[in-house]
């Protein structure tokens, strides 16, 4: 399907339109593909120029201004920073610009900020709902106790097949984001629970 049909609304300039579709070649997701072109456009549109005659200093005041807006998380920043990175290497690399604007605009700083992680007496009570007596109930709570012993994505879990769990050495192989693979630890409780299951 061309990268046109995917997207909601076509790119306005010809050099977005066709890094879009190198992204697209090199298997980029198409929810991906919307964040660079929303992301590219508003951009282009804030600064009311075509790509190939931004600035540095156009680049600098429109990250200013998102960090100034107090609507913007700084991680948004950084994103918008990063996409505009890909964009204009891209452009230098095909020879459509001889210096990248972004050249020397160091990425935006985010805060680190631990997550809650759920606790025990949560966790406790999520497991009291599953009533491993039926067959729903054991399931869930196989689910339950792989996601708190793993910390793996859900949709690394939904994945699995059953030659990746290692019942000997006590870890499951497992394909998450990005289609990157891991190994992460298959306790004794996730695999009674599984086992029951």
Not at 55 to 60: H, I, R, S, Y
Not at 142 to 164: N, Y
Not at 171 to 196: G, I, N, S
């Given at each position: 399907?061309?990268?046109?049909?995917?997207?909601?609304?076509?790119?306005?300039?010809?050099?977005?339109?066709?890094?879009?579709?190198?992204?697209?070649?090199?298997?980029?997701?198409?929810?991906?593909?919307?964040?660079?072109?929303?992301?590219?456009?508003?951009?282009?549109?804030?600064?009311?120029?075509?790509?190939?005659?931004?600035?540095?200093?156009?680049?600098?005041?429109?990250?200013?201004?998102?960090?100034?807006?107090?609507?913007?998380?700084?991680?948004?920043?950084?994103?918008?920073?990063?996409?505009?990175?890909?964009?204009y290497k891209w452009l230098q690399a095909d020879g459509l610009m001889d210096r990248s604007p972004m050249a020397g605009i160091p990425r935006p700083r985010v805060p680190k900020k631990g997550k809650a992680f759920l606790s025990e007496a949560?966790?406790?009570?999520?497991?009291?709902?599953?009533?491993?007596?039926?067959?729903?109930?054991?399931?869930?709570?196989?689910?339950?106790?792989?996601?708190?012993?793993?910390?793996?994505?859900?949709?690394?879990?939904?994945?699995?097949?059953?030659?990746?769990?290692?019942?000997?050495?006590?870890?499951?192989?497992?394909?998450?984001?990005?289609?990157?693979?891991?190994?992460?630890?298959?306790?004794?409780?996730?695999?009674?629970?599984?086992?029951?299951?």
């Open positions: 399907m061309p990268v046109q049909q995917q997207l909601k609304c076509p790119p306005v300039y010809p050099e977005v339109r066709v890094f879009l579709l190198s992204r697209k070649l090199s298997n980029c997701r198409p929810r991906t593909l919307e964040t660079y072109q929303r992301s590219i456009e508003r951009f282009l549109r804030a600064v009311g120029k075509p790509p190939l005659e931004v600035t540095k200093l156009d680049v600098q005041n429109y990250l200013m201004v998102l960090l100034e807006d107090r609507k913007r998380s700084p991680a948004y920043v950084r994103s918008i920073h990063l996409c505009l990175s890909i964009f949560d966790f406790d009570r999520l497991l009291a709902a599953c009533p491993t007596e039926d067959f729903r109930g054991a399931r869930n709570a196989a689910w339950l106790w792989m996601l708190w012993c793993s910390g793996c994505r859900l949709d690394g879990l939904a994945k699995l097949k059953l030659s990746d769990l290692d019942w000997m050495n006590g870890r499951l192989h497992v394909v998450e984001k990005r289609d990157k693979a891991r190994v992460v630890p298959f306790t004794a409780p996730a695999q009674r629970a599984v086992l029951k299951y």
